[in-house]
């Protein structure tokens, strides 16, 4: 059910940022008489609430969940080939060959830092906020901004190594150049470690809105793709109050948003309308992803065979995460986990037969998918959180019974016939927490991030030609 709709407001943070590393100094000085000046604006509870609201906002965007964050992560990754009339920018994501002229990666570049630069505008003016409003609520929008703050970065330093490094208004002649990937990191640490101490936990905060709990097991993930295993484990423990819900499967559907194992989302609300949903660039005209259409309305893409390969038998899993053809009803599409209640005639499925993608998708609720799909995106669930703490177990030199604890919760939920792994050393450990985050977080944006830890892969996203022309220092 949907309790929380982002919603933004702000006229002079809308237009005050575009690439950040290149923004124009002029465009900030200027002052519109009929408008709220920065230091006019942060009065009320209500302005301040609006300019947390619009940090939120590229994270709904096409070049992020709304169409781009999925592509580059899934396709990069190997989790998805191209089925259909796939764009030549999404190709080249599967091709792993993204030249500096690729749309999408332009998208996520330019969309990422528009979300630091809207949250550097909330913390640098900390001091203009109204010493009327109470120490906690300051501090917990500033929280929600440092949280994105950090999210947004974690995007650029995973895809693009060195980038530049912003976290006040200063202008640059010509913009900024990199900053290393170690200092990158730093800033994100910090901002999660101070969104910890000061967002409330889930319950306590509006629906939708970061929390302590997002932050700490943001703070774990990216410690752990750091390396610093000891430190993911320590910050991890914190995140408590999560359980595993019993169905799997209503973990993408719109119905179960915001439940007991879920630690942040990204929130689409279909019953809003599309508007311009592919022209949407942090306006809040949009309240869709492309998610369910490009997966399986258009079949632009389906699961790669080595993606399917990893499922075991009598992993549910499989039937939550694909559709797939049943033989014994003529060749036709059939979801298998409603007992077939819902089918799809093959013809209707792409250019061959092969499984296609069920999660996060509608299809078991209407006969066709639209461009508009009100379906959240999960960002971080406790699942992840146990594979998380269960690979900084064995990393960190901790106790192999204790890792193999926090797998086989994940395992066991899967399925009742699916047997506790239960090898020992560390390889063969670290081998089995790969392939529990393979099929429980299928199609989630992790894969590419876990190669990286378990495969040492270096390959990193160009930075794209608007840039380079806009930035002259780098």
């Given at each position: ?83 259909g009339n796939l764009e030549a920018d999404k190709v080249q994501m599967i091709n792993r060959d993204v030249d500096e002229a690729n749309n999408g990666n332009n998208q996520y570049w330019q969309q990422n830092y528009q979300g630091i630069g809207r949250a550097n505008f909330l913390i640098a003016n900390e001091a203009n ?220 499925i792409g250019p061959d037969d092969n499984p296609s993608w069920r999660k996060y998708q509608n299809l078991d609720n209407r006969g066709s998918e639209t461009t508009d799909s009100g379906i959240n995106a999960r960002v971080l669930r406790y699942a992840d959180v146990l594979l998380m703490k269960a690979e900084a177990e ?81």
């Amino acid at each position: 059910m949907k309790k929380y709709k982002i919603i933004f407001m702000l006229a002079f943070i809308t237009g005050a940022f575009g690439l950040i590393a290149s923004c124009n100094e002029s465009d900030l000085e200027k002052t519109n008489p009929n408008q709220l000046s920065p230091e006019t604006f942060f009065q009320t509870s209500t302005q301040l609430a609006a300019a947390a609201n619009s940090v939120y906002a590229y994270l709904q965007d096409t070049g992020n969940y709304g169409r781009y964050q999925f592509y580059i992560n899934d396709n990069v990754s190997g989790e998805n080939y191209a089925a259909g009339n796939l764009e030549a920018d999404k190709v080249q994501m599967i091709n792993r060959d993204v030249d500096e002229a690729n749309n999408g990666n332009n998208q996520y570049w330019q969309q990422n830092y528009q979300g630091i630069g809207r949250a550097n505008f909330l913390i640098a003016n900390e001091a203009n906020i109204s010493s009327d409003l109470s120490s906690s609520e300051v501090q917990g929008r500033l929280g929600e901004a440092r949280f994105l703050r950090g999210f947004y970065y974690f995007n650029i330093v995973t895809k693009y190594g060195e980038a530049p490094l912003q976290t006040d208004l200063e202008f640059i002649p010509g913009g900024r150049s990199k900053s290393s990937v170690e200092a990158i990191y730093d800033n994100i640490v910090t901002d999660l470690q101070f969104a910890a101490a000061n967002l409330p936990a889930k319950g306590a905060q509006e629906v939708g809105r970061a929390t302590s709990g997002a932050a700490w097991g943001l703070l774990g993930k990216v410690l752990l793709q750091r390396g610093d295993a000891a430190g993911a484990k320590s910050a991890l423990a914190n995140v408590t109050g999560y359980t595993l819900i019993d169905d799997y499967r209503e973990n993408f559907t719109a119905e179960n948003e915001h439940n007991d194992e879920s630690l942040f989302e990204v929130n689409y609300d279909e019953s809003t309308g599309g508007g311009d949903s592919w022209n949407q660039n942090g306006l809040g005209n949009s309240e869709t992803t492309f998610r369910a259409m490009e997966y399986s309305g258009w079949y632009n893409v389906k699961p790669s065979q080595a993606l399917l390969d990893e499922y075991e038998d009598g992993d549910t899993r499989f039937a939550a995460n694909f559709y797939s053809i049943d033989d014994s009803n003529n060749g036709t599409m059939t979801n298998t986990y409603n007992n077939g209640t819902q089918t799809f005639v093959s013809g209707g499925i792409g250019p061959d037969d092969n499984p296609s993608w069920r999660k996060y998708q509608n299809l078991d609720n209407r006969g066709s998918e639209t461009t508009d799909s009100g379906i959240n995106a999960r960002v971080l669930r406790y699942a992840d959180v146990l594979l998380m703490k269960a690979e900084a177990e064995i990393r960190s030199g901790g106790t192999e019974s204790v890792a193999l604890g926090f797998l086989n919760e994940v395992r066991a939920r899967a399925s009742v016939s699916l047997p506790p792994v239960s090898v020992s050393g560390t390889q063969a450990i670290l081998d089995a927490i790969e392939h529990e985050r393979m099929v429980e977080l299928a199609g989630e944006q992790s894969r590419w991030l876990d190669l990286k830890r378990f495969h040492n892969d270096t390959y990193l996203l160009p930075i794209p030609n608007i840039e380079l022309q806009a930035n002259t220092n780098l």
